[in-house]
């Protein structure tokens, strides 16, 4: 079945880059679905942050863009996030999930959280 | 980008229909059919509901139902159960090629 599973360390010092890595199973990155990243502040709503295709094609939330990096490794049938700068305001749960024609997350991951504090 | 506007919260009695509604502009929601709608359980990963305004995945009841008019799209929830009671958020792809959530809708089940 399809299982989508984030890692990464869950407390990042501010000023520092915060990485994460989606490793996906039950399908093929490579097989025409397109990979995301969400976030979720504590009490907060869903912010989407950006998109990927295995090509290598990526789409950016404008806000986060400056800070923000999504890669894909087919080879390992995962995908990844590098957010540089990180602040107080970054602290989320950090969900990945497979998109459906770029605009629909019909599978997610159970999500992460990280926390930006020294 | 701007979020989505989604009432804070709704509610109504076990049985009956409520509707949530999810406001954009041409952008976005009325400028695409690709509005998706999800259900959020406390400190659970979100669950597609509703995808490209009105279609059900499978195995999802056909209780919950999507439309939209101009710039609104709409989750309707027919026959309310206490089950139902979650965070419902929409989404909606935008003319930048990105995408745009809304700031999620409470339903209280009384």
């Known amino acids: 079945q399809v299982q989508l599973q984030e890692s990464g360390p869950g407390l990042v010092k501010p000023s520092e880059t915060l990485s994460l890595t989606c490793a996906v199973s039950?399908?093929?990155?490579?097989?025409?679905?397109?990979g995301g990243w969400i976030r979720q502040p504590p009490g907060k709503g869903l912010e989407w942050i950006g998109t990927?295709?295995?090509?290598?094609?990526?789409y950016y939330n404008p806000s986060l863009k400056s800070r923000l990096t999504i890669s894909v490794d087919t080879s390992k049938n995962q995908f990844s996030l590098k957010l540089t700068s990180v602040t107080a305001a970054d602290t989320a749960v950090y969900y990945c999930?497979?998109?459906?024609?770029?605009?629909?997350?019909?599978?997610w991951g159970q999500g992460t959280l990280v926390t930006v504090s020294s | 980008q701007s979020a989505l506007t989604q009432p804070a919260s709704v509610s109504g009695s076990p049985g009956q229909s409520i509707t949530i509604s999810c406001t954009g502009t041409?952008?976005?929601?009325?400028?695409?059919?690709?509005v998706s709608w999800y259900q959020q359980h406390p400190v659970k990963a979100p669950k597609l509901m509703i995808y490209?305004?009105?279609n059900r995945p499978s195995g999802v009841s056909n209780r919950f139902s999507g439309s939209k008019s101009g710039n609104t799209a709409s989750l309707t929830i027919s026959g309310l159960q206490a089950e139902d009671e979650a965070d419902y958020y929409c989404?909606?792809?935008?003319?930048?090629?990105?995408?745009?959530f809304g700031g999620g809708t409470k339903l209280t089940v009384l």
């Open positions: 989404s909606s792809y935008t003319s930048s090629s990105t995408l745009v």
């Open positions: 490209d305004v009105s």
């Open positions: 041409s952008s976005d929601v009325g400028g695409y059919n690709y």
């Open positions: 990927i295709y295995h090509s290598g094609s990526t």
């Open positions: 999930a497979r998109l459906v024609g770029a605009t629909n997350g019909d599978y």
């Open positions: 039950g399908y093929s990155i490579s097989s025409g679905y397109y």
